[in-house]
């Protein structure tokens, strides 16, 4: 499949009424002029392979992801790490990463579920310097990111697999879950070869882990993703305390 592009199906929004978040540190007065003031260009990505490198369109403050699920993957010195993304997250996904030049790595971009953007364009960028809570707004966005990367890390480092996969699937459950009477439904349709790679493992090893967590109810398959079962505040802590690292 051919990577897909920026260019294509463009919209125009009135990004505060879309991402109400961004706004709240402007006075209710600043809000009804800045909901007024910022009308941006939206586009849409479909699912598959993307690589923002080859984008004419680079806007100066980057992408705001509004809807969707994309993932950002590095493979280093033969081994794969993905980063999860979605909405509320700021991309700036053309800069060049800073290589380590004695064991080069590669970026590579995909869609899972089709992504649409704001393009944060000069005129946005205008507006921020008029309204500067919106650059405040930004940056926690930035910082929310790298706390969820450093949070990833710290998943990777349990010694079961399986207990890594289940605090990931919560993690991103408190995102983008949805709490029904069966449990919470989590909306994340990803192989089980990203799920290793999000994770620090091998995708056979997270095949397994899975089949022992639906094993003993703690996770299910559902047609566009998962439904986990149980309260995590007890779950999770109960087995973090114990779990055998000779299990591994």
Not at 4 to 9: D, E, F, M, P, Y
Not at 71 to 91: P, Q
Not at 122 to 129: D, H, I, K, W
Not at 187 to 210: D, I
């Amino acid at each position: 499949m051919s990577p897909g592009s920026l260019s294509a199906r463009r919209t125009a929004i009135r990004l505060l009424e879309v991402d109400v978040e961004l706004g709240d540190g402007l006075a209710p007065e600043e809000r009804a002029l800045a909901e007024r003031a910022l009308l941006v260009p939206t586009t849409t990505l479909d699912t598959g392979p993307w690589d923002p490198c080859r984008e004419e369109s680079r806007p100066i403050a980057g992408l705001l992801v509004l809807d969707g699920i994309l993932t950002r993957e590095i493979v280093f010195a033969g081994r794969a790490t993905t980063e999860l993304l979605g909405s509320g997250d700021v991309l700036h996904p053309w800069d060049d990463d800073l290589q380590f030049e004695a064991l080069p790595f590669t970026v590579s971009w995909h869609v899972h579920a089709t992504c649409r953007f704001a393009l944060l364009d000069t005129r946005f960028a205008v507006a921020a310097g008029r309204w500067p809570a919106l650059l405040g707004g930004l940056g926690s966005r930035h910082i929310r990111r790298a706390r969820s990367l450093a949070f990833q890390r710290a998943i990777s480092q349990l010694p079961r697999v399986d207990d890594r996969l289940l605090v990931l699937l919560w993690s991103q459950a408190e995102r983008w879950g949805r709490v029904g009477r069966d449990g919470v439904r989590l909306p994340l349709n990803l192989p089980h070869r990203t799920l290793a790679t999000l994770v620090g493992a091998r995708r056979p090893s997270v095949t397994t882990a899975l089949t022992g967590l639906a094993r003993d109810g703690l996770v299910e398959r559902t047609p566009d993703g998962w439904l986990l079962h149980g309260d995590p505040s007890v779950v999770l802590p109960a087995r973090l305390q114990t779990s055998d690292p000779a299990l591994a």
